[in-house]
């Protein structure tokens, strides 16, 4: 589920050119089924109309703390304390310094001010004055009270100089957000290491054996688990370079199988769960050519590549963690994943038929079916990947909680 979801949070908006921004913020804020209710500074109200923001949110926009005809002029109270969380983007210098010494001048300071919300701040400005000693020290005191800040990006700013100041991308923005408010997730402080991809073994400098794994399942877990307070490193391969790395979460590459298993072993290290959703070769090359391999001299009329085996990582990855594996199979599904549950003695196992349509490498969707000690299988629908992600994640969630109460 989206930490956004049904969850109110109040945009502020102050005076930066990057307001319009603010806007698309907005949007992608209520798309996510968020109640977002913006609140403007004044010198915001120059760059973009509240009637922008209203048009957007379907909801009252709060810019003036004295106007007594308008039903949201004493709001600002009742903002704070609904809200949440607070997100600010984008905070000028002014509103930064304002915040950290409590100033109450205006709707948006007052919200801040009598919130206990989290709040995750975005500013945006001229290069030299984000860098300036005074706006420092404000984001240092504010992030020292517990503000989350994303920080601004380097590049052409609207002065038409160069510099950081430029606010953080939407997504950037967002990731935080939810990263935020998952801090009360039921994986809340749990460290979860994924993995994802398909492992590439290198043959010679230019060719590899690899497969057809996109990464989208452990890239959908890895968000998914984030969104419910979990501390995540995702093991990725160079199949998943085409997908965006969930904001807020320890991204390691890798490539060969080798690599993954050292990178999965220093992970696990403090790990509460282990999910390798990686399609890893079972093979690599005995001794890869250091040179290209020419189709001349030996290799004229074929070639022979000797295989030696890979370690099995999950098998070898043991430890006081859950152990969650995925068998993707194109015949006996449940016979085979069974199998290798209890052969690599997992607590679960992820079984989908690959040759199934909408299930499999490469789809937003997939079909499976969850495996649990003793054999209890549960054969979900076909659904998006972010659905199969959070019932994996129930289920791994379920396992903690009885073990913590073992423990007891
Ligand atoms: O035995 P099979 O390769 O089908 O098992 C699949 C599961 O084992 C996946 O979770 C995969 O990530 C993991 N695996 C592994 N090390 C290997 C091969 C597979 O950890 N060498």
């Not at 969850?7 to 996510?32: E, F, H, N, Q, T």
């Not at 703390?65 to 002029?73: G, I, P, R, Y």
């Not at 690959?354 to 997939?366: E, P």
Request: charged share 25%; proline share 4%.
């Amino acid at each position: 589920m989206d930490p956004l979801h049904n969850r109110p949070i109040v945009l502020g908006v102050s005076g930066s050119i990057a307001c319009y921004k603010a806007v698309d913020l907005a949007s992608r804020l209520v798309k996510a089924g968020a109640l977002v209710d913006v609140v403007m500074t004044a010198n915001a109200t120059r760059f973009v109309t509240p009637l922008c923001f209203k048009s957007i949110t379907h909801r009252p926009v709060v810019d003036d703390l004295w106007d007594t005809n308008a039903e949201m002029a004493i709001e600002h109270v009742g903002l704070a304390k609904r809200a949440a969380a607070i997100l600010i983007a984008p905070a000028t210098a002014n509103l930064l310094a304002k915040l950290s010494l409590g100033f109450a001048e205006d709707a948006l300071q007052t919200t801040v001010l009598d919130t206990r919300a989290p709040i995750v701040i975005a500013p945006a400005m001229e290069g030299d004055m984000y860098g300036a000693t005074t706006t420092q020290e404000h984001i240092a005191r504010l992030r020292a009270r517990g503000v989350v800040f994303v920080e601004p990006e380097s590049g052409r700013l609207a002065s038409g100089l160069s510099g950081r100041g430029r606010l953080a991308d939407a997504e950037t923005i967002l990731g935080t957000l939810r990263a935020t408010l998952a801090r009360g997730g039921d994986l809340a402080g749990r460290r979860i290491v994924i993995s994802a991809g398909g492992t590439q073994e290198p043959i010679d400098p230019v060719r590899i054996i690899t497969n057809r794994s996109s990464g989208k399942m452990g890239f959908a877990l890895a968000e998914a688990a984030r969104d419910r307070g979990a501390r995540v490193t995702l093991i990725a391969t160079p199949t998943t370079d085409a997908l965006a790395p969930p904001i807020g979460t320890e991204l390691v590459r890798i490539g060969t199988v080798i690599e993954m298993h050292e990178a999965v072993r220093a992970a696990t290290a403090e790990a509460d769960a282990l999910i390798m959703a990686a399609a890893v070769s079972d093979y690599r090359v005995a001794h890869p050519a250091e040179q290209k391999i020419k189709k001349r001299g030996a290799a004229a009329n074929g070639l022979t590549i000797e295989l030696v085996a890979n370690p099995d990582i999950l098998t070898e990855t043991v430890g006081d963690f859950v152990r969650v594996g995925f068998a993707a199979e194109s015949e006996d599904l449940l016979a085979n994943a069974t199998q290798k549950l209890d052969k690599k003695r997992l607590d679960l196992i992820v079984a989908n038929d690959i040759t199934g349509a909408g299930s499999g490498f490469g789809s937003d969707t997939n079909r499976v079916i969850l495996v649990g000690r003793g054999g209890v299988a549960e054969e979900l629908p076909t659904l998006p990947k972010r659905e199969v992600a959070d019932a994996i994640l129930d289920r791994v969630a379920a396992i903690l909680a009885t073990r913590q109460k073992g423990e007891r």
